[in-house]
C-alpha cells in the first residue's frame, strides 16, 4: 500500500497541501511539547496527495502547565499528572497508525490504524485535544 490519496474537496487538508513537500497543518492544542513532526505531503500532478511514508512522522507528549505548583499536580492527579506521550506513523500494509502511551510503549492505552489520511490527522487532533482539555484517555 503506498500512501497515495485522493482527498476529498472538502477536507481542510486538500487546500493546504502543494506541490512541495511541506508539513500538514495540524492543530495541537495547549498543553502538549511536539518532540518530533515529519508528518509532510504534497501533491502529485494528477491530483492525488503523497504523504511520507515513515514509521517516525510525530511525537509529542503532554507538558505540566506551569502555572500548576508540583504540590497542586500532585493534588490534582489524573492526567495532568502524569506524562502522556501519542506516537503516529505510517505503517506499510496497514495506514496511518496513532498510538498513546501513558507514559510509554509498555504502557499503550489506545491504538487507532486507518489507510485515510483525512481520517488519521482528525484522530490525532482529537485525541490531543481529549487528553489535554477533557482529561480523558480514548478508547481504541
Do not use: C
Not at 509529542?60 to 508540583?70: D, E, F, G, K, M
Request: proline share 9%.
Amino acid at each position: 500500500m503506498d500512501p497515495i490519496f485522493q482527498l476529498p474537496p472538502t477536507s481542510p487538508l486538500a487546500t493546504a497541501v502543494t506541490e512541495d513537500w511541506d508539513l500538514l497543518p495540524l492543530r495541537v492544542p495547549a498543553g502538549w511539547n511536539v518532540i518530533y513532526n515529519t508528518l509532510g505531503a504534497r501533491r502529485l500532478p494528477d491530483g492525488r496527495v503523497k504523504a511520507y511514508d515513515s514509521e517516525d512522522l510525530y511525537w509529542a507528549r503532554t507538558a505540566p502547565q506551569p502555572w500548576l505548583t508540583a504540590q497542586e499536580v500532585a493534588e490534582e492527579g489524573g492526567l495532568r499528572a502524569r506524562e502522556i506521550n501519542i506516537d503516529a506513523g505510517w505503517y506499510d500494509g496497514a495506514g496511518f497508525r496513532v498510538v498513546v502511551l501513558d507514559p510509554d510503549w509498555d504502557h499503550e492505552r489506545a491504538s487507532y490504524t486507518t489507510p485515510d489520511l483525512d481520517e488519521f490527522v482528525g484522530t490525532l487532533e482529537g485525541w490531543m485535544r481529549m487528553i489535554t482539555q477533557e482529561g480523558k484517555l480514548p478508547k481504541s
